[in-house]
C-alpha cells in the first residue's frame, strides 16, 4: 500500500523560508511524478511545482524563482523549498504522485497517490 506522509509545514514570517517534505512509500516505482499542490481557505486547489520521473522541474508562475524541488537520489523524499515567502502562500500544502505518466503535469486529476497535507502560514 502506498503512503504519502508530508512534513515540515509551519509558521514563517513574510520574507522567509520553509521547507516541506514528502516520503513515498510502499511500493518501488519505476516512473513516477511528483507533485506538490496547495490550498487556501475558501480557494481550489492548486498547482504548486512537480518533479518528473526523469528529474524534470516545473512550477507555477506565482512561485517561479521563489520555490524549488528537488528529491534525494532514489526520489523517495522529495522536498520543496519555499523563500521569500509571501502571506497568499499560506495554504495546506499536498503532496502527491502518480505512476501512470499522463495528463498535463499540473492536473490533480491525474494523481492518485494523495497525502494528507501540512499546513504552511505565513505572517505579514
Known amino acids: 500500500q502506498v503512503q504519502v506522509i508530508e512534513s515540515g509545514g509551519g509558521l514563517a514570517q513574510a520574507g522567509g523560508s520553509l521547507r516541506v517534505s514528502c516520503v513515498v512509500s510502499g511500493r518501488t516505482f519505476s516512473r513516477r511524478d511528483t507533485a506538490w499542490f496547495r490550498q487556501a481557505p475558501g480557494k481550489e486547489r492548486e498547482f504548486v511545482a512537480a518533479?518528473?520521473?526523469?528529474?524534470?522541474?516545473y512550477y507555477a508562475d506565482t512561485v517561479k524563482g521563489r520555490f524549488a524541488i528537488s528529491a534525494d537520489n532514489g526520489q523517495n523524499t522529495v522536498f520543496l523549498q519555499m523563500n521569500s515567502l509571501r502571506s497568499e502562500d499560506t495554504a495546506v500544502y499536498y503532496c502527491a504522485a502518480r505512476d501512470r505518466i499522463t495528463g498535463e503535469i499540473n492536473w490533480d486529476r491525474t494523481y492518485i497517490y494523495w497525502g494528507q497535507g501540512t499546513q504552511v502560514t505565513v505572517s505579514s
Open positions: 518533479l518528473t520521473w526523469t528529474g524534470g522541474t
